[in-house]
């Protein structure tokens, strides 16, 4: 089974899938407008990474003459001539999303408009001019191409123009390119309220100022994009990561470029004129052609219509979540540490305050005198955040604090680097993980002296350390005080600063020591215990679905008679409802407001439920080259939160989207019913307990809707009880 393409996605295409899900957000009119401007920003600034890491990938591999192929047994080649068909379509129906229909929707229902030069009147006209030589012109600087300006270091991303002009002494047309300032707001104001000038525009209407004697015969836009992954060397103990990533991120400003954007218009003379001089720069085996030209309209960068979606108009736009603090933290007089100490603590971020729970944490962990010692990973944070500033001031305070930072979380490398030498600066021990891999695990441990011990408190999380994505991806966080998962990880961060070789843990799932190992063993077992009549089934939610070898025990499982429902937010390279391999499998997407990112997962077990969450995705690279880790969650009351949770997002019929068997995907609709949108009914109610959304009605829309029964009948079911104490703890909607 396993040797059979037919039975794979290709992964590629499936990302160009999940992104297509994301500009649909920016078609679909249920959604407010700057919304769905806000969706087509996100859309474009997901293709620049997938140029810069995957198709860049794959044109290596061309060049490298390799090939091995993915289980869908595509070669390389192949990959980029399909991904340039899907890209062409996806970004035809964004120019038509943008001009034919945001725009004059924007201006009809909210006075927000780009105009032209052209369209200004002579004082705005004067306003326009006056900004450009006091905030613009100074920053500019204009290099000319010709024998004695060799053609100009273009940076990735960075928005140019590429201007023509003639020198009417000699008679010679000259080339020049002018950058544009990222320095400076894209979209300039001329003195109408929610009217813009883009400001490239406002730059060639003055390009006489700086080619003065010259004729401007044409100027137009363009962008490239360029290999930005890093590629680390084998290293030992001996070399300085710190030193070596710093130089891998000087040196990928100068990677080959993997795409050339460019306005719809920009005559073929200056195309050609680009390729020959960008094909200079390019590595002999990866040539430059036309075919790496896009043409993306009259307006390039849509990444910067983010700031246009953030215009300050209610109205045009979700109303601003507004997260609790759960009920387990409110009392004011109360450590943090008492009530984790009570009883296990389960955390729903966005819609629990990531303030009021995590960053709260760690700042009563700094100040506390009985806190010995706080150790913590970080794979991406943000700016001057509270742990930072915590964990500075515990170091002040003389305790001992350990910080695994990752360096080569991508993109975000410069950031991590500037976070490890300011906390160096302070006292903190910093390590930078293991090598050849990442670590990818959102893990901290604060030591605390109590009466009589030495007890460890305990946060493990799906998400990162960031108070921003905090308040836009779905994450659960559980806080613990039990013996065994601090012991867990204690060893975990043993591993992770000294040389430790440890593999075996108490409670934790941890790759790359027992990860794999164990969801097989898991599958496996719901397999058994589908031919051996016992209740069989798995929901698993996760960012994506990649690993063959877990595909693998999926389809078998499903064989076997395990009824599967997988809530895979991205990727996934498995077919579902494919007859005698994958019929009892069913996939959907969540694709909303908030960037689902939690990964949950839950076995049957012939009737007595396990539920775990973490880090990981099920991705070879999860699995072998990262660290990560996942927690079972064992109390009753907790996995009733869970199970309610995982109960809306398959009830959804708004947000969620239905994958088939040839890798496409439908949007589930009401037809006729309520309409269930879960990002919706989570704020003000994190784990969907007030939703109604019941396991026996789930199993009646899926047997109706699929003709199949429903694995929700084996499911784990709550105790009443329990379900109504914890309704009668949440927050009402006004609090």
Known sequence: MAADPSLYINRELSWLEFNARVLHEAFDDRNRLLERLKFLAIFSTNLDEFYMVRVAGLRRQVAAGVVQTPPDGMTPQGQLEAIQERVESLLARARYCLHDLLLPALEREGGIRLVTIGEL??????????????????????LAVDPGHPFPYISNLSL?????????????????????????????????????????????ANLGSLFPGMEVRGYYAFRVSRYSDLELPNFDENDDLLEMIEEQVFQRRFAEVVRVEVQDDMPASLRGLLVDELRDDQPSEMPLTEADFVEVGPLLELGDLMSLATLDMPELRDPPLQPHTPPELRDPTRSIFDAIRERDILVHHPFDAFSSTVEQFISCAAVDDDVLAIKMTLYRTSGDTAIVRALTEAANNGKQVAVLIELQARFDEANNINFART?????????????????????ALVVRREADEIRRYAHISSGNYNSKTARLYTDIGLFSSTSAIGADLTDLFNALTGFSRQSIYRKLLVAP???????????????????????AAIIAKMNALVDAELIEALYEASQAGVEIDLLVRGICCLRPGVPGVSERIRVRSIIGR??????????????KGKFYFGSADWMPRNFDRRVEAVIPVEDPRLQTRLHSLLMLYLADNRQAWELAAD?????????GEQEIASHELLIGDPWGLRSGV??????????????????????????????????SALPSSSS
Request: with cysteine.
């Open 121 to 142: 009147t002579q004082e705005e006209s004067r306003t326009v001019a006056e900004f450009f030589e006091t905030h613009v012109f100074p920053v500019l600087t204009p």
């Open 160 to 204: 140019s123009l590429a201007v023509e002009l003639f020198d009417p002494e000699s008679g010679v047309e000259r080339f020049a390119r002018v950058k544009v300032p990222k320095s400076l707001p894209r979209w300039v104001r001329f003195g109408r309220e929610r009217e813009f000038i883009p400001l490239e525009d406002v730059i060639g």
């Open 423 to 443: 906390l160096e600066s302070v006292g903190v021990h910093v390590a930078y993980g293991l090598a050849g891999l990442k670590t990818h695990t959102k893990t």
């Open 513 to 535: 020591a027992n990860m794999r190992m164990r969801f097989r063993e898991l599958i496996e077992r719901e397999t058994a215990c589908a031919r051996a009549g016992q209740p």
């Open 594 to 607: 908030f960037l689902e990112h939690s990964r949950i997962f839950f076995f049957a077990n012939g009737g």
């Open 663 to 671: 890798g496409s995907y439908t949007q589930r609709r009401p037809d």
């Open 694 to 727: 019941l396991a026996s009605d789930i199993a009646t829309t899926e047997s109706t809707e699929a003709g199949t029964p429903s694995m929700i009948e084996a499911d784990f079911t709550p105790d009443a009880e329990e379900l109504a104490d914890d309704q």
